[in-house]
């Protein structure tokens, strides 16, 4: 499945099925294990190939990569609503700076723009712009789209996919998720 077709992807009933993950206009409560699936079910569009138009499928894979990112972020107040102390989350986090706090500070930078203060790690980082990337030959044409952060560029799709594995990570240590 390519981007371009997951963006039309809702049912005639209003519900949209991503990887096993069913979204309705009724599902408005979302616990820590149902923030992180999602965001989870999401991330697989984007490592997707984009489809054609590819500048349509950049912009597509870019919304579902800040879409996730958004969700990255909320983790970290819903596993202190689940009942994780607010010191335990954010030592978490910030223990993994380019990774866990990396991920959350693109979040909060995707909801409200550049950062006007440090966030947790430490710096302010930033988004550069979407890309198609090309393989080796016959390979498919993938989105990307870097993170920087004081001077050091990232993969923030990487950073997402180790972000999502490190807090499934967590909330099986917190028995949050099984």
């Not at 990255?72 to 989350?89: C, F, M, P, T």
């Not at 990337?133 to 799709?157: I, P, R, Y």
Request: glycine share 10%; aromatic share 6%; no cysteine.
């Amino acid at each position: 499945m390519s981007v371009s077709e997951v963006v039309g992807g809702f049912s005639g009933s209003g519900q949209l099925e991503l990887n096993g993950v069913v979204i309705t206009p009724n599902d408005h409560e979302r616990d820590v294990v149902r923030r992180w699936r999602e965001a989870d079910a999401t991330f697989s569009v984007v490592e997707q190939p984009l489809g054609q138009p590819v500048d349509s499928a950049i912009l597509a894979a870019q919304r579902f990569l800040t879409v996730v990112l958004a969700d990255i972020w909320s983790l970290n107040e819903a596993a202190q609503r689940a009942g994780i102390d607010k010191n335990v989350v954010k030592a978490a986090i910030q223990a993994s700076r380019e990774t866990l706090a990396l991920a959350h500070d693109l979040g909060n930078y995707v909801k409200h723009g550049p950062l006007t203060w440090d966030g947790l790690t430490d710096g302010r980082p930033t988004l550069g712009p979407p890309q198609a990337k090309t393989g080796s030959v016959g390979t498919s044409t993938t989105f990307s789209q870097s993170a920087f952060l004081e001077g050091d560029e990232f993969s923030a799709v990487d950073v997402a996919r180790q972000a999502l594995g490190e807090w499934e990570s967590l909330l099986r240590g917190w028995a949050l998720l099984s």
